[in-house]
């Protein structure tokens, strides 16, 4: 049991490193109205993992910590991964899973980007929405379609749930 409990907390570590890396790494287009934060597509990791959501939180508040936004992207934009993460672990279907993130990253960030800086709300959410769209419905899926069809692979993800996953 306390071996489960080092392995869990040591994966969810690594995550978040991932997940700040790749955010900071990609910066020029990870914040703002137009923005394609590749590392959301690490958020698929909830489907077959559910306690992959503290290490994503972890890593989307972190990354926010270099936000242009804050300290509202810390609150809005943790809180939309956050909320993601809790609504992937629910659902048996891989890419109804990958439309959560979009859903709300595209109306909270923009409601963040409309009240913070004036931007239009709807405009906001469709270029937020669009970016996040192609991180994690494209390469996201893709990338994990790939990995679930390695035994090797979800061994090293730690999956435990939706190992049969077709689509």
Known sequence: MKNDLIRTITR?????????????????????MIQVRIAEALMLLCF???DYIWGLT?????????SPM????????TAATFL????????????????????????MVAGELHFILGEGYWISAAFVGLGEFIAVCVVGYILFMIIKRDKK????????????VKW
């Open 12 to 32: 969810n570590a690594i995550v978040a490193a991932i997940y700040v890396v790749l955010t900071i790494s990609t910066s020029a287009f990870s914040f703002g």
């Open 48 to 50: 077959f993992r559910r």
């Open 58 to 66: 972890l890593g989307c508040l972190i990354a926010n910590l270099f």
């Open 70 to 77: 804050l300290p509202w992207d810390l609150i809005i934009g």
């Open 84 to 107: 993601s993460c809790v609504c992937i672990c629910f659902v048996k279907q891989m890419l109804i899973a990958a439309l959560f993130p979009v859903i709300f990253n595209a109306f």
């Open 153 to 164: 692979g979800l061994e090293v993800l730690g999956a435990n749930r939706n190992l049969e």
